[in-house]
């Protein structure tokens, strides 16, 4: 299917329909995304400021066969949200619907707009007393509807799932403008299929999401917050598991570090204050919320005890205060910023079955070292089975010089995730980076039902031509 | 597009390429539900023991445009699992596919086959010290396959949700004989569409679910089970929010219960023990599983003081024995079969917004009253919103003395359910019971849709027709 780019002629149809508000200026603001690794392009850039007129943009683009890409926070690090390449397509942003519709208390739902930032979300739940968990490092511009379409992981994962187990409905524009209404506040509703789901994780391939309903969550009664010095990833396993044991859902983040990204934030960022006097091989943060009667910081002790009795770990903080707890999480999301400014010869976001994961990071290391010489800041979300692995230069040699074997790395190492059972796109989802991988690892049954189901919804391909799969 | 009966050639054809034991005799086990509505019917009935026979049938199926009904458990309540009508089919049971291919306790991960009881998996996990937490009261004959092509509900959604938020991942087999190895056991993947989800709950009509990875929890440290009577439906959530101010997810079912329940069980299962005295008009059934450090009992005890002094709950008892707690779910689970015995005029599995429920048990009383003179019984799940509204003969009239109103009663009642925002199937799915009400209160933006995925993915119509989508 050939599709057109955005002429003068349908830029001047949309103004005819909608308000003079509703176009943006076509800039870098649209057209960058955080690793500066694709320029996207516009032929015009809307922001309609309700579902009634986003229908209207998905229609005439339908109509027209113009290519049209869904824009949100503009955060997401697969390039999904840009168009580098084919015909000149509309950016539609959702970034003037951001309205909370409506905050059910009792039932724990909120209603958001799409162009909601995840962090006035979090305000909106917190000012009932309630939590939405979903949390990601890009929160201060990260956009709702692009969390959802993207299905964000973030560091809550654990204890409440990823975005998609954090919504019971959504409103969204079909390719061909028709207007899902599916904001049900439901625990339970087996009408059909779960075209919710469907829309979650698509990509901006299958629709514009325009709002959705979320789940709050009561705020637990006490946290707490723990550093914890481990043996090694097999050792945080075994603590992680003794956690659940003593703390069953309480234990809502269990974050892996390693001593590489210690090093990097000393170097690039000097005035974090690191947790430990000298840089352990691995650690782990550890957060937990718990009921009622029981205290955090003892429960973490008694954790701490039984695991120093059982080999698992050999030092540990419990934070003593809020600054404490604060500065364990900036060593955490501060690492991903320390590993920008250092530069990576490659970057992955993997996900392994948790109990493959000891063997996968001694296998990785072989796979690499196969390779050259490099260093590894290997890290992330162990509870999900969820890790960061990072490979950068020797010290004295940069990302360009290793511009010719990035690729190489990247199989190797996709590979070995393969064979292990695990995901070569854990949460950061396919966009444009990853179409390759998709079609090398994916199943080929499930990319040919998926095939079908975007020819099905999107016949003329118009919804973000490109993401997640080949534009045909 | 027309679909072609079983034929002896057709037999003869999957005799060619199946093992005899594969075959099973055309019987009533095949052909009838529980609810005595419908009447299956079968050109042959096979029982593949794997996965490869499982794609051969369903190829031939497909190449010879001959309708397949897969078949678990035959639990349903909706009619999914039967063909009264159109082209003889196949009848596809998975009762021979019921191994469990993989217990990875520190993962707390399953991978069983489709035909696997659901009563045997609860028994796998509870080997390894761990819970699979979805019940049903059909679990002794349930199957998985048909509890996650249903998206099974039950009585522990309100901690650990539906049978979809328990899998992980999927094998199965497309309607164009396809196998989809999907039995990734990660907690994060964004690799593409949502293919699990999009399978779960399509009862059959888009594929055979042959196997399913299925998620597990540590068991809670200590369980505690008590029975309160309510001030009406109102003070019913009100003492759920409270409970889950105290024990956060700890809370794992909260089951309302109506007098009219309790008369039933007297007068047609007099020898179930009844939990108070007197009939109380409402009552709830509360049940906890709390982490280490907390007393079950003690913290249902210090809740019911809390919510006598907020004057939510009159009365109540807190089980005292593994007995006890097994007398008050039994008074739960008999409710149906008391409800069976005294036979509905019209039966209904809806849900709310929860905020939506007491005054929805008003305007149901009043919409029903306005119909005629009948005895109601509504119970059921009110921790997700799903009420099993059933509408009873007034004594010494039946069931058949309604047959002419029967309609009538559901479109009063399914409309005030669509008006409040509430969904005419909540646990139970569409089958071919409520087709008329999926095109009568379905979106029409999803339904178009869900036919559009219907048609790309099973362009013969060949998966369970009838059921879900009209077959066309």
């Known amino acids: 299917m050939t599709l057109n780019s955005v002429t003068p002629a349908f830029v001047e149809h949309l103004r005819k329909q909608l308000p003079a508000a509703a176009f943006r200026e076509v800039g870098p603001a649209y057209l960058e995304e955080p690793r500066g690794r694709w320029?996207?392009?516009?032929?015009?850039?809307?922001?309609?400021?309700?579902?009634?007129?986003v229908a209207k943009i998905v229609r005439a683009a339908f109509e027209a066969a113009v290519p049209l890409v869904p824009y949100g926070g503009g955060t997401g690090l697969v390039g999904g949200q840009l168009s580098p390449e084919g015909a000149l397509p509309v950016i539609l942003s959702l970034e003037r619907m951001r309205a909370v519709r409506g905050v059910y208390t009792e039932e724990n739902v909120m209603v958001v707009e799409a162009g909601a930032i995840l962090q006035d979300i979090h305000e909106a739940a917190a000012k009932v007393d309630r939590l939405f968990p979903l949390s990601i490092a890009a929160k201060g511009s990260a956009r709702i509807g692009g969390n959802l379409a993207?299905?964000?992981?973030?560091?809550?994962?654990?204890r409440y799932g990823n975005a998609r187990d954090l919504c019971l409905g959504l409103e969204a524009v079909l390719p061909d403008g028709q207007i899902w209404h599916g904001l049900k506040r439901l625990r339970k509703d087996n009408t059909g299929y779960d075209l919710r789901n469907l829309l979650i994780g698509s990509e901006g391939t299958l629709g514009v999401i325009t709002a959705a309903a979320l789940k709050l969550y009561p705020r637990p009664a006490g946290e707490g917050t723990a550093v914890m010095v481990v043996r090694d990833p097999r050792a945080a396993l075994d603590l992680l598991a003794l956690a659940r044991d003593h703390m069953g859902e309480g234990v809502s983040a269990f974050e892996l570090m390693h001593r590489q990204g210690l090093e990097f934030l000393a170097q690039e960022l000097p005035d974090i204050r690191q947790p430990f006097d000298t840089h352990p091989e691995w650690f782990v943060l550890i957060e937990v919320g718990l009921a009622r009667g029981l205290d955090p910081a003892s429960a973490l002790e008694t954790l701490f005890a039984e695991a120093m009795e059982a080999g698992l770990v050999s030092d540990g903080i419990i934070a003593q205060s809020e600054a404490q707890r604060q500065a364990f999480w900036e060593v955490r999301e501060q690492i991903p910023e320390a590993n920008r400014r250092v530069g990576s010869a490659s970057s992955h976001d993997i996900s392994l079955p948790m109990g493959a994961i000891p063997d996968f990071v001694e296998k990785g290391r072989e796979v690499i070292a196969a390779l050259g010489a490099f260093r590894i800041n290997c890290f992330g979300h162990l509870g999900d089975g969820n890790l960061h692995y990072n490979v950068f230069p020797m010290p004295g040699k940069t990302r360009a010089d290793h511009d010719a074997e990035r690729d190489q790395i990247?199989?190797?190492?996709?590979?070995?995730?393969?064979?292990?059972?695990?995901?070569?796109?854990a949460e950061h989802g396919i966009g444009r980076l990853k179409v390759d991988d998709l079609e090398r690892y994916g199943?080929?049954?499930?990319?040919?039902?998926?095939?079908a189901i975007k020819a099905a919804l999107d016949p003329k391909g118009i919804m973000n031509p490109g993401a997640v799969l080949r534009a045909v």
Chains 1, 2 share one sequence.
């Open 410 to 425: 990247k199989r190797a190492l996709h590979d070995l995730v393969d064979e292990m059972g695990g995901s070569v796109s």
């Open 39 to 53: 320029q996207g392009r516009a032929g015009v850039v809307v922001a309609p400021d309700c579902t009634e007129d």
């Open 443 to 451: 199943d080929p049954a499930k990319l040919s039902a998926m095939r």
């Open 150 to 158: 993207t299905n964000a992981g973030g560091v809550n994962v654990l």
